[in-house]
C-alpha cells in the first residue's frame, strides 16, 4: 500500500491541525495505521494507533486527551486530529500500515508515508 500524509503546517500553541493519510494500492481495510513523529534529535515515537475497523485505539500518554486518530474506509483514508498543540507537539508526523494493533504497538509495519511537518509555536 502506498501512503500519502498531509495536513502539517505552522500553528500557535493552543491551536488545531489534521493531519490526513491516504492510501492507494491494495485493501484498505487489510491494514490496521498509525501516526508516529520524530522531533529533531529524537527517536521516532508511536502517537497513536487504530485498528483495520476503527473500534480499538490507542495514543501515546502524551497526547491523550488532545489527539484522536480515527480511519474513514470508504475513503481509504486515516485522521489524526491535533487539538491543544503544544510546542513539544512539533516533529515530523508520519503515518504507516501494519498488519494490526497489538496493545500499543503497530505490528508488521510494511509501508510509511513520506511524513508531513507540524511546527507548533510558543
Known amino acids: 500500500v502506498q501512503l500519502q500524509a498531509s495536513g502539517g503546517g505552522l500553528v500557535e500553541a493552543g491551536g488545531s491541525l489534521r493531519l490526513s493519510c491516504a492510501a492507494s494500492g491494495r485493501t484498505f481495510t487489510s491494514y490496521a495505521m498509525g501516526w508516529f513523529r520524530q522531533a529533531p534529535g529524537k527517536e521516532r515515537e508511536n502517537v497513536a494507533t487504530?485498528?483495520?475497523?476503527?473500534?480499538?485505539?490507542y495514543y501515546a500518554d502524551s497526547v491523550k486527551g488532545r489527539f484522536t486518530i480515527s480511519r474513514d474506509n470508504a475513503k481509504n483514508t486515516v485522521y489524526l486530529q491535533m487539538n491543544s498543540l503544544k510546542p513539544e507537539d512539533t516533529a515530523v508526523y508520519y503515518c504507516a500500515a501494519g498488519s494490526r494493533i497489538f496493545g500499543p504497538t503497530l505490528q508488521n509495519i510494511g509501508s510509511w508515508g513520506q511524513g508531513t511537518l507540524v511546527t507548533v509555536s510558543s
Open positions: 487504530v485498528n483495520w475497523s476503527g473500534d480499538t485505539t
